[in-house]
């Protein structure tokens, strides 16, 4: 039988899964379809504490290794599940020896034991996590513990568009979603095609499936408003021209050249909660005018997320938008996220956390808050400028305003020269706040102990505040609430 990998081609199925609503349980899983190609890395089993393993399927999933300038496409694992409550987890590396081991994101604590190729553990609430063997970050195992469903939709509802467990293949390989219709793809079911929801409003695409799609895509957000995505692994989910647009425990994953993740363009009231983000391009984007939409942005948040970026930024703000008619992008607020990597050899596309204007935009009030960032592989921290990238834009930006670092720490080694400048006088990147900054756990401040007089705070931190930038500060609560 011919098989597919997953996020690569379509794939056959015959699925046994219960749906979610027909069972009374606190642990669902459901097999993998016939003919999708597994991975034989791990083997991963749950059980409520003290009950019966259960097996759980473990996908192929392409992931992208850059090696020195070229892409490489490396084939991890991906399990899922729901449950609620408390579950036990079993993970058996079978590919050789466990010498080491760890559970990202770090900041969750997870604590495990070895006992000869199994790594156990418990977990007591729904996440997101990478189990890493032998220090292997692209033949590792995503686990996606769902939380269990609470509004699984009616199938005979003829407002609902069911997907049960199985391969679906749409004619024309995409769906065109209609004003207030909901989609359900239910654990199990895997779309094999593109997800459009287009010049709609009042849409939901929810569930616990899979779509798979050969080229660019998955799902698309297009000059619609109320719309919810919610539950689904895919490739990439971009919103461009939308307004009031909620996108909730969405996986992205891309290995392909240019595999943004969840962009934004010209977009107001967009909210992503509890995403995971593993990208071959930036994990998240916000932008103003730019691939055919028009505008700037305002109010975008992401918040309880985790962003791995295999290339570029896992945030990026700024780049592109309309140097004639020029626009604003504000209220952008990022919150209690967690960065995994961050791998760019470019100096000019680094920075985990980067505001690059340019297009004549404006960016003002934005806030990073209680952001984790672990030891990434090359780049910078962060990356504040005002530029003018010709091969992008068509002019420099116009200024960078009102900026918040709050609860921001880096635990790692690797990091090069951050960057904080502007352009010239009238290009200014001004007013930025950084609170209770912590690199490898140290407080850096304006007026920490050990820092020489003569020298800028942001060199004790590897910052550079270079010119056409002013009232850039460093400051701790914590001192203060003492």
Not at 300 to 312: K, P
Request: charged share 20%.
């Amino acid at each position: 039988m011919k098989k597919f990998f997953l996020f690569l081609c379509g794939v056959v199925c015959l699925c046994t899964c219960i749906p979610a609503e027909a069972i009374a349980a606190s642990l669902i899983t459901c097999p993998a379809p016939a003919g999708v190609d597994l991975n034989g890395d791990f083997t991963v089993c749950v059980r409520e504490v003290g009950g019966h393993w259960q097996k759980l399927s473990s996908y192929m999933l392409n992931v992208d290794e850059v090696r020195a300038t070229k892409h490489c496409v490396e084939q991890a694992s991906m399990a899922t599940f729901s449950f609620s409550g408390k579950v036990e987890v079993k993970v058996t590396y079978n590919r050789g020896n466990i010498d080491s081991a760890r559970i990202r994101p770090l900041s969750y604590g997870i604590p495990f034991r070895i006992e000869g190729r199994d790594i156990l553990f418990t977990l007591e609430r729904p996440c997101n996590l990478s189990v890493e063997v032998n220090g292997d970050i692209f033949h590792n195992l995503h686990l996606f513990a769902n939380p269990m469903e609470t509004d699984v939709p009616d199938k005979n509802d003829p407002d609902v568009l069911y997907y049960g467990p199985g391969l679906h293949t749409p004619e024309g390989g995409k769906l065109m979603v209609p004003s207030g219709k909901t989609v359900y793809l239910a654990e199990g079911a895997v779309f094999a095609g593109r997800i459009l929801m287009e010049n709609v409003h009042d849409v939901k695409l929810i569930g616990r499936g899979i779509i798979v799609y050969k080229v660019k895509g998955g799902i698309r957000i297009a000059n619609s408003r109320n719309v919810l995505v919610e539950g689904i692994v895919t490739t990439q989910c971009a919103t461009g021209g939308s307004d009031g647009v909620t996108i909730r425990n969405v996986k992205s994953i891309s290995y392909y050249g240019w595999g943004d993740g969840m962009n934004v363009f010209a977009s107001n009231n967009v909210l992503f909660d509890g995403v995971f983000c593993r990208n071959s391009d930036d994990c998240t984007t916000v932008y103003g005018t730019r691939a055919g939409f028009k505008g700037g942005c305002r109010n975008i948040t992401m918040r309880n997320s985790t962003l791995w970026a295999d290339v570029a930024h896992p945030i990026f703000i700024g780049i592109h938008g309309n140097s004639e008619k020029p626009e604003v992008l504000e209220d952008l607020n990022y919150v209690n996220i967690d960065i995994l990597d961050h791998k760019e050899k470019q100096l000019n596309y680094q920075g985990c956390m980067a505001i690059n204007a340019g297009d004549n935009n404006l960016i003002r009030n934005v806030r990073f808050e209680d952001i984790r960032v672990e030891n990434f592989r090359e780049g910078q921290l962060l990356n504040l400028r005002i530029f003018y990238n010709k091969k992008y834009c068509t002019a420099p930006g116009r200024g960078i305003e009102n900026i918040l670092f709050k609860n921001v720490s880096y635990n790692g080694d690797r990091s090069e020269v951050s960057v904080i400048e502007g352009y010239g006088e009238g290009r200014m990147v001004k007013d930025v706040r950084f609170e209770n900054l912590r690199i490898n756990g140290r407080l850096i401040t304006d007026n920490m102990p050990g820092k020489p007089g003569w020298y800028n705070t942001g060199d004790m931190a590897r910052i550079y505040v270079g010119p056409h930038a002013e009232n850039v500060v460093f400051v701790s609560t914590e001192e203060e609430n003492k």
